[in-house]
Nanobody, 125 residues
Framework: QVQLVESGGGLVQAGGSLRLSCAASGRTFSTYTTGWFRQAPGKERELIAAIKWGTITTYYADSVQGRFTISRDNAKNTVYMQMNSLKPEDTAVYYC??????????????????WGQGTQVTVSS
């Protein structure tokens, strides 16, 4: 069982930056794929970034490509997401999730079996 705790959310002006952290407990976390999801009010949850356990392979949704960077530090059992050039449409609750790599690759949402509680990101215009 892996427990995840997100931090780093907050209020920022458009064009600003935030770094989210996802701290994990559990020995198997270093072998898990980890993803960042977000859900805005009235919208479906979307996977915006993911990283394979070996840190080389990543995925980004088109909406964040070039602005967000996912990384992980296995020694600290932590995954980060650096968010730059934030836009008001990035406002959402951000969740990290993790699980063993599924057959569909990083975008296979069924593999994300452990979830954090979420952290709010609000971008003002």
């Amino acid at each position: 069982q892996v427990q995840l705790v997100e931090s780093g959310g907050g209020l920022v002006q458009a064009g600003g930056s935030l770094r989210l952290s996802c701290a994990a407990s559990g020995r198997t976390f270093s072998t898990y794929t980890t993803g960042w999801f977000r859900q805005a009010p009235g919208k479906e949850r979307e996977l915006i970034a993911a990283i394979k356990w070996g840190t080389i392979t990543t995925y980004y949704a088109d909406s964040v490509q070039g602005r967000f960077t996912i990384s992980r530090d296995n020694a600290k059992n932590t995954v980060y997401m650096q968010m730059n050039s934030l836009k008001p449409e990035d406002t959402a609750v951000y969740y990290c999730a993790a699980g063993p790599l599924g057959p569909g690759g990083l975008r296979d949402e069924s593999q994300y079996i452990n979830w954090g509680q979420g952290t709010q990101v609000t971008v003002s215009s």
